[in-house]
């Protein structure tokens, strides 16, 4: 897949258990895991999120799979720059 598609991302992401990730992560989080020592990234992202969808934007999410996802996901942070990931 050409990284022209990336190029609009608002975060990138990744996870070694898509299922376990989204289920246990940006699926189900609790006021607790919000703060110190919680998923504070999962927080903030479902918020920027929900702030998104409801200004009206279109969401989307994508998936790829990769033997090596943590080069891919730093070579995309790198070369796309999405806002919504912090530096």
Request: charged share 25%; aromatic share 10%.
């Given at each position: 897949?050409?990284?022209q598609v990336y190029e609009n991302a608002a975060?990138?992401?990744?996870?070694?258990?898509?299922?376990?990730?989204?289920?246990?992560?940006?699926?189900?989080?609790?006021?607790?895991?919000?703060?110190?020592?919680?998923?504070?990234?999962?927080?903030?992202?479902?918020?920027?999120?929900?702030?998104?969808?409801?200004?009206?934007?279109?969401?989307?999410?994508?998936?790829?799979?990769?033997?090596?996802?943590?080069?891919?996901?730093?070579?995309?942070?790198?070369?796309?720059?999405?806002?919504?990931?912090?530096?």
């Amino acid at each position: 897949m050409s990284l022209q598609v990336y190029e609009n991302a608002a975060y990138v992401g990744e996870t070694e258990n898509l299922t376990v990730r989204y289920n246990n992560g940006y699926g189900r989080i609790s006021p607790r895991n919000c703060f110190q020592g919680g998923q504070s990234a999962n927080c903030r992202v479902n918020n920027l999120i929900l702030d998104a969808a409801k200004n009206g934007h279109r969401i989307e999410l994508w998936f790829t799979e990769s033997s090596d996802r943590k080069t891919l996901e730093e070579r995309l942070i790198a070369r796309i720059r999405p806002p919504w990931n912090r530096k």
